[in-house]
Nanobody, 114 residues
Framework: QVQLVESGGGLVQAGGSLKLSCVAS????????MAWYRQAPGHEREWVGTITSIGTTAYEDSVKGRFTISRDNAKNTAYLEMSSLKPEDTAVYYC????????WGQGTQVTVSS
């Protein structure tokens, strides 16, 4: 069974950058796409972007050009690099593995101050 652990969240000023990591264990990481989602207070969880097993990426429109998803299959890790952060990017960020169970990580808080 796949388990995911996110890290790298924190408090950053508007215009700043953060890099989130998502380490996978218990599965064959190279076989499945990975995605990042976020959930702001009072809002539903929303999709941020996806990276396929071969590295093809797709992004939600509001983060295009600011966020970059990558993966290091040797480290069983997916990354979300965020730059030009805005207060509206404040949310709990989750990674998700598209394995059989569609596993979620526990989330990491990102707070962007104005």
């Amino acid at each position: 069974q796949v388990q995911l652990v996110e890290s790298g969240g924190g408090l950053v000023q508007a215009g700043g950058s953060l890099k989130l990591s998502c380490v996978a264990s218990g599965g064959v990481f190279t076989m499945y796409p990975m995605a990042w989602y976020r959930q702001a207070p009072g809002h539903e969880r929303e999709w941020v972007g996806t990276i396929t097993s071969i590295g093809t990426t797709a992004y939600e429109d509001s983060v295009k050009g600011r966020f970059t998803i990558s993966r290091d299959n040797a480290k069983n890790t997916a990354y979300l690099e965020m730059s030009s952060l805005k207060p509206e990017d404040t949310a709990v960020y989750y990674c998700r593995a598209f394995d059989k169970e569609k596993t979620w990580g526990q989330g990491t808080q990102v707070t962007v101050s104005s």
